[in-house]
C-alpha cells in the first residue's frame, strides 16, 4: 500500500434536500443580500406612492427598475454573483449580461412613468368632471359611475396589470 493513498469506499455527505455539496459563505451572503434588496425597494416604493399619494402598481416599477439598472452598472456583488446573474453571464457573456440588465431596469421604469403618467392622466379628469358637476347628485354621479380608464392601452396590457378605478376610489386614495 502506498503511503496517502485512502483505497476505503467513498460515501457521498447526505445534505438536506438532496444536495450533495456544501453552501459557500459568498452563496449565502448573496441570497441574503437579495431579500434585503428586494424588502428595500418593495418598503421604498410603498412609502413614495403613499407620500405621493399615487398608484402603488406604479412607484413599484420605478424603484425596481431604477434599482435594476444601478445594479446592472455598478456590479455589487450580491447581484452579480447570484445564480441567475450567473447563469445569464454564463449563456450571454458578462457584458451582454449587463446591458441585459440595463435595459430590463430601464424598461420596467418606463413603463412605471408611463403609468404614472396615466393615474395623473385619470385623476385630472376625475377632478374636472367632479368640479364641472353642478349639484349634489352630478357630483355622486362622477364618483361612483365615472371610470376614467376602463382597460390599460396597447401593449402595457402584456406588461402590467390593470385594476380600473371609480373616480370616489382615487380620492379615497387622496389623489384629490
Known amino acids: 500500500m502506498q503511503p496517502g493513498v485512502d483505497l476505503s469506499p467513498q460515501r457521498e455527505r447526505p445534505g438536506g434536500i438532496g444536495l450533495t455539496r456544501r453552501v459557500s459563505l459568498r452563496e449565502i451572503l448573496s441570497l441574503i443580500g437579495v431579500v434585503v434588496g428586494l424588502i428595500v425597494v418593495v418598503v421604498a416604493s410603498d412609502r413614495i406612492a403613499h407620500a405621493l399619494h399615487t398608484d402603488e402598481d406604479a412607484i413599484f416599477p420605478i424603484v425596481f427598475g431604477l434599482a435594476l439598472a444601478v445594479c446592472a452598472l455598478t456590479h455589487p456583488w450580491w447581484f452579480w454573483w447570484h445564480a441567475k446573474a450567473l447563469f445569464v453571464r454564463s449563456i450571454i457573456g458578462d457584458r451582454l449580461a449587463s446591458?441585459?440588465?440595463l435595459l430590463a431596469g430601464l424598461g420596467l421604469a418606463g413603463t412605471g412613468v408611463v403609468r404614472f403618467r396615466?393615474?395623473?392622466?385619470?385623476?385630472?379628469?376625475?377632478?374636472?368632471?367632479?368640479?364641472?358637476?353642478t349639484n349634489a347628485h352630478g357630483r355622486m354621479k362622477v364618483l361612483y359611475k365615472?371610470?376614467?380608464?376602463?382597460?390599460?392601452?396597447?401593449?402595457?396590457?402584456?406588461?402590467?396589470?390593470?385594476?380600473?378605478?371609480?373616480?370616489?376610489?382615487?380620492r379615497e386614495r387622496g389623489a384629490f
Not at 396615466?118 to 377632478?127: F, G, S
Not at 371610470?147 to 392601452?153: G, I, L, N, Q, S
Open 99 to 101: 446591458v441585459f440588465y
Open 118 to 133: 396615466m393615474w395623473a392622466e385619470d385623476v385630472a379628469m376625475c377632478r374636472s368632471a367632479l368640479a364641472a358637476a
Open 146 to 170: 365615472v371610470v376614467p380608464r376602463p382597460k390599460m392601452p396597447g401593449i402595457l396590457q402584456l406588461l402590467d396589470r390593470w385594476d380600473p378605478l371609480t373616480c370616489e376610489r382615487y
